[in-house]
């Protein structure tokens, strides 16, 4: 447990020196943050934001039901970062839609797993099965 805290830490960290540097630091700033999230499982940002007010820089999540929505709030001006995604997504994203968005620094992985209320091991998956993943290039 004492490993998984200290990774977390070094994670959180990571983010808000990140972060720190691409808001420019700016303690007399009264700007909110907002960066741009999907999913519920936020445990990581509470932390990282709580690191981010105690050096003067307030942040809050903006939370997205898909995977669409991010990069073009991103695009848009209505989120100034975000975390979710993986490279090749990003890429795909930006040659999709004529975008630049960049990767300013690597968070957490989050490691995504595989759901069925019929299989219970993946030694039970048999060929011709039909298995669901996200409808995009970077992952098909």
Same mark, same amino acid.
């Given at each position: 447990?004492?490993?998984?805290? !200290? ?9 808000? @020196? ?47 039901? $898909?995977?669409? !929505? =991010? ?5 848009? @001006? ?6 979710? !995604? ?19 620094? $690597?968070?957490?992985?989050? =490691? ?27 992952? @098909?």
């Amino acid at each position: 447990m004492k490993k998984i805290k !200290q990774w977390v830490l070094s994670i959180g960290l990571v983010v808000v @020196g990140a972060l720190l540097v691409a808001c420019g630091a700016d303690a007399d700033s009264n700007e909110t943050v907002r960066i741009g999230v999907v999913g519920e499982d936020n445990e990581v940002w509470d932390f990282v934001i709580e690191k981010l007010e105690e050096e003067g820089v307030s942040a809050e999540l903006v939370k997205f039901t $898909d995977y669409t !929505q =991010p990069n073009k709030a991103l695009a848009e @001006g209505e989120i100034e970062l975000n975390s979710f !995604q993986h490279k090749l997504f990003l890429e795909s994203f930006n040659e999709d839609n004529g975008t630049d968005l960049v990767a300013i620094a $690597d968070t957490y992985i989050a =490691p995504l797993g595989i759901y069925s209320d019929k299989i219970t091991s993946v030694d039970e998956i048999e060929e011709n099965d039909t298995i669901a993943i996200p409808n995009d290039v970077t992952n @098909g």
